[in-house]
């Protein structure tokens, strides 16, 4: 089957770090994106990750062990803009993304 | 504006009716995908398009989904005789060419069903 766990929620201080974890069993592999959306908004892109190891983006940085189905999406000096849910995605074939049910992390101040 | 458009917005129907939702992709993106999300849910894949082919379809989708992209720019979805478990987000996205490549989304079509 597949399977995508990800926390339901996460609350985290302004200025500090948090990380939000996501394991997957899929059929298929061929990547894993993240994705951020507000509440009543589409998801915009934040990453994807093809091969192991840590990719860094400014304030976001996105981990992938392929062999443990592992990936964590690392927020660096929390804003009160990053309160929003955080999708963790995976692609399985070449056409499908199957996401998880995303985690709701709470910025305060 | 050069992104992805959907049209309507908001739709609030009767059971039993149909309704249909438009998605305008970026312009030179020949995949699209529908996805439909609920609340506290991830968005659910639909189905695919790559150009005007439609080459995968979910289980989700049942008889009473339909999904077209005749000239392989916008698309179009019908919901013929709604249910009331079918209200949800509509979501459409597009990705240009190679498999892998970020999917854009569109603002979605709320629908209600009473």
């Known amino acids: 089957g597949q399977n995508i766990d990800q926390p339901t929620e996460m609350t985290a201080t302004e200025g500090a770090i948090v990380q939000i974890n996501c394991t997957y069993q899929?059929?298929?592999?061929?990547?894993l994106f993240w994705y951020q959306q507000h509440a009543g908004e589409a998801p915009t892109f934040l990453s994807y990750n093809v091969l192991d190891g840590l990719e860094e983006k400014g304030r976001f940085s996105s981990f992938l062990s392929r062999s443990k189905g592992y990936s964590y999406l690392l927020l660096k000096e929390l804003q009160m803009k990053d309160s929003a849910s955080y999708l963790c995605a995976v692609h399985s074939s070449a056409s499908k993304i199957i996401f998880g049910s995303g985690t709701r992390l709470s910025i305060r101040p | 504006d050069t992104g992805v458009s959907q049209n309507p917005r908001h739709k609030i129907t009767k059971r039993g009716q149909n309704v249909t939702f438009r998605c305008d992709p970026i312009s030179e993106h020949n995949r699209l995908y529908w996805y439909r999300q609920t609340l506290g849910q991830g968005p659910e894949f639909l189905t695919y398009?790559?150009?005007?082919?439609?080459?995968?379809k979910s289980r989700l989708l049942s008889d009473r989904f339909s999904a077209e992209r005749p000239k392989g720019s916008f698309s179009t979805l019908e919901i013929q005789r709604t249910e009331q478990g079918d209200s949800a987000m509509y979501l459409c996205?597009?990705?240009?060419?190679?498999?892998?490549?970020?999917?854009?989304f569109g603002p979605g079509t709320r629908l209600t069903v009473l």
């Open positions: 398009f790559q150009n005007e082919a439609q080459l995968e």
């Open positions: 899929t059929s298929g592999f061929n990547g």
């Open positions: 996205a597009s990705s240009l060419g190679i498999s892998g490549n970020e999917q854009f």
